[in-house]
């Protein structure tokens, strides 16, 4: 959802990305690109620029126009990318997106260029979520292990993880963040 809730991105099957308007329910844009299934979109806080990964393990940067800028091939995902999230920030510059993968990692990349800044790993297995906090200091992943990890996304321990919860034997599909507190929700497969 874009921020001003006037538009929706959806991934589909078909290899394909949708930009909706909300009001009308039209798609008004079809991005084509992606090899395989898009399993994952997301905005940019200042909605000029769109991120897509999917099932052909990689991840683009868009323009709002339905053009690849950057295909991030820098240490790119060795399975399939299937989450995307995007810090909030008011230069693009220092704008990073976070993927995670079923090759049970969760990468930071710079937004633009797309170069590699970072690998997190402490799942166990493959990553099925990674969401951003409001106000971008903190990133929540999640995945088939069961396990919930937060990572510190300032500081000199800078993508560390700095608090997990294990939900035992229970698969996380997906979290959210909560637009206005600090609260988390995770989706189990029980």
Do not use: Q
């Not at 990890?149 to 963040?177: M, P, Q, R, Y």
């Amino acid at each position: 959802m874009s921020s001003d809730g006037a538009f929706a991105l959806s991934g589909s099957w078909d290899h394909t990305l949708r930009l909706w308007e909300v009001a009308t329910g039209r798609c008004i844009r079809t991005f084509k690109g992606h090899t395989k299934d898009v399993l994952a979109v997301a905005f940019s806080a200042d909605n000029r620029h769109i991120i897509s990964c999917g099932r052909d393990k990689t991840i683009r940067l868009w323009n709002t126009v339905g053009e690849v800028k950057k295909v991030y091939s820098d240490k790119p995902h060795s399975e399939w990318v299937t989450s995307v999230a995007i810090t909030p920030s008011e230069a693009a510059e220092e704008t990073l997106v976070l993927s995670a993968g079923w090759d049970n990692k969760v990468k930071a990349f710079k937004l633009l260029d797309g170069s590699h800044v970072a690998d997190m790993e402490a799942h166990t297995g493959p990553v099925n979520s990674v969401v951003v906090s409001p106000d971008g200091t903190v990133a929540a992943s999640a995945g088939k292990d069961g396990k919930v990890c937060l990572w510190k996304l300032t500081g000199e321990d800078k993508f560390t993880v700095s608090h997990t919860f294990d939900c035992g034997d229970h698969t996380i599909n997906a979290l959210a963040f909560c637009p206005t507190r600090f609260w988390l929700a995770a989706a189990t497969n029980k």
